[in-house]
């Protein structure tokens, strides 16, 4: 079944689940301005609601590139992507979201699970420029879809907004 979040039969349930969780996320954030905290926040949410998801968190774009992890829920990732490289690169680089049904599939994919099979990566944006992007992997083929893709986006300029 495509889409992480199985949320329901169909795009219905999840574009309900979603909802909900933009809700909840604006309700944690209103009064939160620290970055981490933020970003911890979501993690949390985000790998305690979406069962198909399997590590969920952020990597920080460093001045050289670089991406270093952040905060996070799952297994132990790896702590430095370099620059223009895996699927967080790609995404970084082309400063839009990169779905990837087969990660086998998608040249310079970084394994930092093995297990993983499918994954998406939402850049977050200020001023025109990449600063950290949203990382979600499934252990399921295809677990994202463009549902996914529209919501996690809309779930990742939260986290980025300063209230
Ligand atoms: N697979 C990612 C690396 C980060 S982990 O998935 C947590 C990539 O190819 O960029």
């Known amino acids: 079944m495509a889409g992480a979040a199985k949320g329901g039969s169909g795009g219905?349930?999840?574009d309900a689940l979603y909802a909900d969780l933009v809700a909840q996320l604006e309700s944690l954030l209103e009064d939160c301005p620290d970055p981490v905290a933020r970003m911890a926040t979501?993690?949390?949410l985000l790998k305690d609601n979406l069962p198909a998801v399997s590590w969920a968190g952020f990597?920080?774009?460093?001045?050289?590139?670089?991406?270093?992890?952040?905060?996070?829920?799952?297994?132990l990732a790896c702590m430095v992507l370099p620059p223009g490289r895996g699927v967080c690169g790609a995404a970084a680089a082309r400063r839009e979201t990169v779905v990837v049904e087969d990660v086998h599939a998608f040249p310079g994919h970084i394994a930092c699970d093995a297990t993983s099979r499918s994954e998406i990566v939402v850049p977050l944006m200020k001023d025109g420029e990449v600063w950290a992007v949203l990382d979600l992997d499934s252990r399921e083929p295809a677990a994202f879809d463009g549902t996914d893709r529209?919501?996690?986006e809309a779930l990742a300029a939260i986290v980025a907004r300063a209230p």
């Open 150 to 152: 529209k919501h996690l």
């Open 12 to 14: 219905g349930g999840k």
């Open 59 to 75: 990597y920080l774009r460093r001045g050289d590139g670089a991406l270093v992890v952040g905060p996070y829920q799952g297994p």
């Open 42 to 44: 979501t993690a949390a």
